[in-house]
């Protein structure tokens, strides 16, 4: 037993190694559920317990600390971090939760490397949480976390959340170890999901396969209720808008528009490269656009940032190719001599940059094929302080249920896509501010801090409301 009171349990840890020349600093790394949790968690007596993203030993310059939080590593071999990472988590677990966009593979070592991994996630966040503590599991890596650490700890509070889409019964129920992830989940007390639709894919599964009763937002199990619900993940507004106000990240973003030649449109696209994310669709609707006449070079300009990732997966070394290959297509057709039409940036960069590329961009292009929510859709609404700016949105992803002033497309749906940014380049100004306003007031009114803690009041109110006296759950 230990003695933090919140416990993060995550695949990665908030810290990644940067090495130059022969020095060796540890920095913030970037990502989604980085950018979501680290301004909750900066004010509590919290630990964050997740893999530092190498194999093997951390070393001595490892920080104990980052900001505030206290860091535990788990380490991981070379073969875990091939079968359990690259395999059962993002080669099985990842494309089947993302419609089988591409075949998941399944395969029974790479099984008993998660079940192994799993396994140690829970034994390290036994030994680190006070008695009754909070412990909050995050993501699709660790789904049989809760229940391993219900058998070693039944005092604690344990909630999950998926920040990745939770699939349909058909697609599931091809998973060979169905029953085991089902039954994982079912270890919290209270499993999220981003939005509604998942929650009740997982409630009726629950019914389904373990033959539980209850509804969609409780399963009952024998002595104990699981609640269900949808919690959907937003951004740090006020930091966003602080930083978009910020004379010196202003006069970037004018510098990026002169440097992209001062053209009448910028169209952004910003996602980690990554299958799931649409940017060859959007690059085809893109190409058909100058192929018309409705874009031309120097007039208008795409720039695409696709952040490295997963970048031993072959998966995404073919998508890479297949992404430059693309762009170099319609740049050698339709560029003039200094005038790109698409400015491709394999690479990430600061967040300051990423707040004036937001600012310098008039149309966002955020097109996934499926995604659990995308908070780049929701940092460019907050960055836009003057409420101008369009963005365009695919209707797969989770922040389209909530972002309806946004011109919604079906990915797939080429000519779709051509009419949204169409209506984007054409729109007045008094229907652009209309509707960035609205986009502005509901981000606002939903921000992660919000998301954070209505998570963790419904997994009091769920525990309270199960807590037998003598304060142990079962
Ligand atoms: C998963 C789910 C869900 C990107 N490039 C740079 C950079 N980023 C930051 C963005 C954003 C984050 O990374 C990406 O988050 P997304 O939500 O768009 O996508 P995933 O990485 O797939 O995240 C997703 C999310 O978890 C949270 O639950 O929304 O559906 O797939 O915050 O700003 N940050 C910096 N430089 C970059 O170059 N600093």
Redesign the pocket.
């Known amino acids: 037993m230990g003695d933090f009171d919140l416990v993060v349990v995550a695949n990665r840890l908030p810290v990644e190694r940067l090495t130059a020349g022969t020095t060796t600093t540890w920095g913030i790394s970037?990502?989604?559920?980085v950018?979501?949790l680290s301004p909750v968690l900066e004010s509590r007596n919290a630990v964050w317990i997740g893999w530092p993203g190498e194999v093997g030993e951390v070393g001595a310059s490892f920080p104990v600390n980052w900001e505030g939080i206290a860091l535990k590593p788990v380490l991981l071999s070379e073969d875990e971090r091939d079968e359990f990472y690259l395999g059962f988590a993002n080669a099985t677990l990842w494309p089947l939760y993302h419609d089988a966009i591409r075949s998941p593979t399944f395969d029974r070592t790479w099984w008993h490397a998660y079940v192994d991994v799993n396994a140690r996630f829970a034994k390290t966040a036994a030994e680190t949480a006070a008695f009754g503590a909070i412990v909050w599991v995050h993501d699709y890596q660790l789904q049989l976390v809760p229940k391993m650490l219900r058998d070693l700890r039944p005092d604690l509070r344990i909630g999950f959340f998926l920040?990745?889409p939770f699939p349909p019964r058909e697609l599931f129920m091809q998973l060979p170890w169905r029953r085991e992830i089902v039954e994982g989940l079912l270890g919290a007390d209270l499993v999220g999901f981003?939005v509604p639709g998942a929650a009740s894919n997982f409630s009726r599964l629950a019914r389904h396969l373990v033959g539980l009763r209850g509804t969609d937002s409780l399963v009952d199990l024998a002595g104990r209720q699981v609640r269900v619900g949808a919690f959907p993940?937003s951004v740090d507004t006020g930091r966003l808008m602080e930083r978009a106000r910020d004379p010196a990240v202003q006069t970037r973003a004018l510098q990026i528009r002169s440097d992209l030649g001062d053209p009448e449109a910028v169209l952004l696209g910003?996602?980690?490269l990554?299958y799931t994310k649409g940017i060859d669709h959007r690059i085809m609707a893109v190409k058909e656009l100058f192929a018309d006449g409705t874009l031309s070079a120097g007039r208008h300009v795409m720039v695409q940032?696709a952040?490295p990732s997963r970048e031993e997966d072959p998966h995404y070394q073919r998508e890479r190719e297949h992404l430059e290959q693309l762009v170099s297509e319609v740049n050698g057709e339709f560029a003039d001599v200094g005038h790109p039409a698409i400015h491709y940036l394999y690479q990430?960069?600061?967040?300051d940059e990423?707040i004036s590329l937001y600012l310098a961009a008039d149309v966002m292009l955020v097109t996934p094929l499926r995604?659990?929510?995308?908070?780049?859709a929701k940092?460019y609404v907050m960055s836009r302080i003057d409420a101008t700016g369009c963005l365009v949105l695919s209707e797969f992803a989770?922040a389209a249920s909530e972002l309806r002033g946004s011109l919604l497309i079906n990915p797939y749906d080429l000519d779709a896509t051509k009419n949204a940014i169409r209506h984007a380049l054409e729109m007045d100004k008094t229907e652009e501010r209309a509707r960035m306003r609205r986009l502005r007031r509901i981000v606002r009114r939903h921000d992660v801090h919000r998301w954070a803690s209505s998570f963790l009041v419904a997994l009091d109110e769920q525990t309270a409301s199960e807590t037998p006296e003598g304060g142990q759950r079962h």
Do not use: K, T
Not at 348 to 351: D, I
């Open positions: 970037p990502g989604g559920l950018s979501a920040h990745i981003q993940i910003v996602d980690r990554d940032m952040v990430s960069v600061s967040f990423l995604d659990g929510m995308n908070l780049v940092e989770g």
